[in-house]
Nanobody
Framework: QVQLVESGGGSVQAGGSLRLSCAAS????????MGWYRQAPGKQRELVAD???????HYGDAVKGRFTISRDNAKNTVYLQMNSLKPEDTAIYTC???????????????WGQGTQVTVSS
């Protein structure tokens, strides 16, 4: 089993920045891709960004150029730096991990508990 614990959510004004962290523990040797999904009220869940153990990244179109995902394998932690935040970025952000090299296309193997990000105009 793998446990994912997120931190760093909160409220910010449009144009501001937030940094999310997700620390993994447990049987982490099995994990390849880690990253973040988000879901806003009334909307479908969307993949924000993911990163492989080797550092290959993928971003959703809505966040390209504004968000940066990174990973510290020694600390088993993935980070999401969110800059130039917009009100439409408001959502619950949930960390996820997969045995596969991508979070997309198939349900991740593990989920965090989620953290709220609110961007006001």
């Amino acid at each position: 089993q793998v446990q994912l614990v997120e931190s760093g959510g909160g409220s910010v004004q449009a144009g501001g920045s937030l940094r999310l962290s997700c620390a993994a523990s447990g049987s982490i040797f099995s994990i390849n891709a880690m990253g973040w999904y988000r879901q806003a009220p009334g909307k479908q869940r969307e993949l924000v960004a993911d990163i492989t153990r080797g550092g290959t990244t993928h971003y959703g179109d809505a966040v390209k150029g504004r968000f940066t995902i990174s990973r510290d394998n020694a600390k088993n932690t993935v980070y999401l730096q969110m800059n130039s935040l917009k009100p439409e970025d408001t959502a619950i952000y949930t960390c996820a991990a997969s045995f596969r090299p991508s979070l997309g296309g198939k349900e991740p193997n593990y989920w965090g508990q989620g953290t709220q990000v609110t961007v006001s105009s």
